[in-house]
């Protein structure tokens, strides 16, 4: 069924949803101009104000959030078009369950992007997510690029919100947009140029702004428990390590990446906060990168990467960062010159990264760029040793964002006494010593019991170990290797 055929058939269990940005812009003159034809071609001509007016029920969703500029343009344009306009205050959720209660509504009309964080997984007619109210999500513009909108906009000379002309190319709530940094253009006598003089597309969404807790404080070592400031010293950078492979969770292979990399990550400094192993699904992947990008400094993110189908790991990257799969022209050529043309599809699919948050890291030792994506790093290593090399290539890259922290001091006491008869003390320790990390470890059950002491003060360390030392005289020896 024609888009025409959709839209004017069942005319009254159809309804448009219009923001008053630039793509449903395009969408209602779309649907303006479906309407014309349909007219025109149901016999007995077309009446002038035909051409103006368009009678498609247009949901608008008032916020307290939204730009003054975008609410005047919004009631600017359905005035001047004619559109019945239904207004609606609550949360999209629950207005269109409302909506849909007092209306019956088949389709809606919606003017997403490939582009857009919701956009995900979506077609040009997509039902509604699970335990949403059912309807078609009809989206006519979803393949147009940003440069396809702003062509339509200026060729068709058609007004839009004042506000892309002052330097925004993305407009959401007034406490998360601003105008895009890549337009601003002092020589002008201008803060901001125009949006559609953004050269590159995939940098649209560059304005869009997030509220995040802050890390004031970082830390290096576990407070055991205990608020003493004294642990929250900014002494270290903290990194979180993401395994893709249900191989490994099928027991299949073993993970030697996840270990291999906290040594690394230790020795210059940096904490590891988490290690996580999960399986070759998009969801999953954005779940954990989603958690581990908030809260930690950097995201190390390992295998999911290849033609296969199981190679997900970039669309989960993507979903997490509410991005869409680009192609990118460097990396594809640098893969065309490593494969030549042994790929499938139309074009090389190795190539698509997260559209406007790639970083590519080179290096001479590097037969592909490594791909970073805001603070994760994927690796493509698929053994300890291609591990070791890419290492050393992040650490020589300055673009990579790894610095060199203060590095970690430890020391390693060897008991045969019993955890019980030391747990009092090593409690006590604990609390006093709260800048230091205190654990221990056996190798086997009957063997002997290690203490481990680390921190970034060598002084502390050797007084929280000479204090366990003396309250045991004899009992403990310091070993080189905790293993």
């Not at 207004?87 to 409302?98: T, V, Y």
């Not at 993401?242 to 299949?252: A, M, N, P, R, S």
């Not at 001479?364 to 053994?383: D, E, F, Q, S």
């Not at 300055?398 to 008991?415: C, D, P, R």
Request: aromatic share 10%; glycine share 8%.
């Amino acid at each position: 069924m024609s888009f025409s055929e959709i839209l004017f058939s069942r005319f009254e269990e159809v309804a448009f949803s219009f923001n008053g940005g630039k793509d449903s812009t395009v969408l209602l003159h779309l649907l303006r101009a479906g309407y014309y034809l349909h007219k025109s071609s149901s016999g007995g001509g077309v009446e002038t104000n035909t051409v103006q007016n368009c009678p498609v029920r247009t949901i608008y969703f008032e916020s307290p959030c939204a730009f003054p500029e975008i609410n005047s343009f919004t009631y600017e344009t359905v005035s001047t078009y004619g559109l019945p306009l239904e207004i609606i205050k609550s949360d999209f959720k629950s207005g269109l369950e409302g909506l849909l209660k007092e209306r019956p509504t088949k389709a809606i009309f919606i003017g997403t992007r490939i582009g857009d964080p919701n956009a995900v997984g979506q077609e040009q007619f997509s039902p509604s997510s699970p335990g949403w109210p059912p309807f078609m999500r009809v989206n006519p513009i979803l393949d147009w690029s940003y440069r396809d909108v702003w062509s339509f906009l200026l060729t068709c000379k058609v007004k839009y919100c004042s506000l892309y002309d002052q330097g925004y190319t993305s407009i959401g709530s007034i406490y998360d947009t601003v105008p895009n940094s890549l337009l601003s253009d002092s020589s002008t006598g201008k803060s901001f140029r125009p949006a559609y003089m953004l050269s590159d597309g995939r940098l649209e969404r560059a304005g869009r702004t997030k509220k995040t807790c802050h890390k004031t404080d970082i830390t290096s070592v576990s407070s055991n428990g205990t608020n003493n400031t004294e642990a929250k010293k900014p002494i270290s950078l903290s990194a979180s390590i993401i395994v893709v492979g249900e191989e490994i969770l099928f027991g299949t292979v073993e993970d030697k990446f996840g270990a291999a990399l906290c040594k690394k990550l230790h020795a210059i400094g940096w904490r590891v906060s988490h290690v996580a192993v999960v399986c070759n699904e998009i969801d999953s992947v954005a779940e954990e990168v989603e958690r581990c990008k908030s809260t930690d400094d950097m995201v190390f993110l390992f295998g999911g990467l290849g033609p296969l189908h199981s190679d997900i790991s970039l669309a989960g990257v993507a979903k997490a960062f509410g991005v869409r799969l680009a192609p990118d022209e460097e990396f594809e050529e640098y893969l065309s010159q490593l494969i030549g043309d042994n790929y499938t599809g139309d074009r090389n699919e190795m190539a698509l990264l997260p559209e406007g948050i790639t970083e590519l890291l080179h290096h001479k030792m590097l037969p592909l760029p490594l791909i970073k994506c805001k603070n994760v790093i994927i690796l493509a290593a698929t053994n300890v040793d291609e591990l070791e090399m890419e290492w050393g290539c992040l650490l020589d890259t300055q673009e990579s964002g790894l610095v060199m922290a203060k590095a970690f001091v430890s020391k390693h006491l060897s008991t045969s006494l019993l955890d019980v008869k030391i747990a009092p003390v090593v409690a006590q320790l604990c609390i006093e010593f709260s800048d230091v990390y205190i654990g221990s470890h056996r190798i086997s059950r009957s063997g002997p019991l290690v203490v481990n002491f680390i921190g970034k003060d060598s002084q502390r360390v050797d007084a929280a170990a000479e204090k366990l030392t003396s309250s045991f005289e004899g009992q403990f020896s310091q070993v080189d290797n905790c293993k």
